[in-house]
């Protein structure tokens, strides 16, 4: 007994329901281990929270911890602790920062928009790069290919601390066209965009060849090319639209690797942004400023990747008629 042909639009939102739950769960996973590795950290919070509120490094005894603890609930079950938490974070309440005396949201959105906008400025520097490299090393001699392919694998294997100092010495220090420290501005944001970028290109580089190169095998590059187009034409039209479709995908990685890559990106430049910040929380075990950065970014990056699959999927008809 043959079973009706679901509807293609009844398909589709199956499958964002489906990318959607998958998203949430990734997020309350994330959620957790956070959690998780806070709270099995060495070291009393009541112990580390009171040494910051006074300056003082120092023993604490049990009297004077245990106020705190009931205070803030470091002295109950770990799974009431997880859900007071979960609870907190249903409300957009990350807590409050001990050491620097702001609630941890406050300080997250004064500093999120340098990161976002040094990870937009280094992805389309990266783009930048990537196309045309391809469009003039892709799909032509065998020696060309290769020699494009071998640069991008060199760029994409290149550690962006390095790339950080060398072009800080070359272009800030030596020829001075640069910041040494860096800033928000324009002259501030070039060198971190490009150390985040050259990686970047190289990953995008490779997705790119190895479609753009199985388009140029396909049949209707002949069709295209016996209505009279220019080969130009054919892979800047047809082969290279094409061949752009899973760099896209990888876009929505590419966005939550860029924004953890500026951490230390950030560090290197002395630029503001949650990089410095997130450095600081750390070395001072500042848990509720930590976990809330490690959590944006989780949320950022999900949620990025969420929205570039969905618009693949509605992009590409073959995946919206598939069951």
Partial sequence: MSTPEQHPIAILARRVAFRAASALFVLWGTITVTFMVLAVLPGDRATILLNITSGQVI???????APINALYGFDLPLWQQYLHYFWQLLHADFG?????QRPVAHIIGGQLLPTFTLAIAALLLAWLIAIPWTLFTAGRSRRLGAFGSAVETVMAGLPQYWIGILLLIVFAIGLRWFPVVGGSRFSGTVLPAVTLAI?????????????FERGMQEPFVLSARARGMSLAGVRARHVLRHALIPAITLSGWAIGNLLSGA???EAVFARPGLGSVLVNAVSNKDFALVSGIVILISFLYITI?????LLYLLADPRLRGQS
Avoid: H, M
Avoid at 59 to 65: A, D
Avoid at 96 to 100: A, G, I, R, V
Avoid at 305 to 309: C, I, S
């Fill in 199 to 211: 990686p970047l290109a190289g990953f995008i580089g490779q997705t790119i060849r190895d479609e």
């Fill in 96 to 100: 409050f920062s001990f050491e620097l």
């Fill in 305 to 309: 990747n969420l929205v570039v699959d």
């Fill in 59 to 65: 023993e604490r005894t049990p009297e004077e911890l």
């Fill in 263 to 265: 951490v230390l990106v």
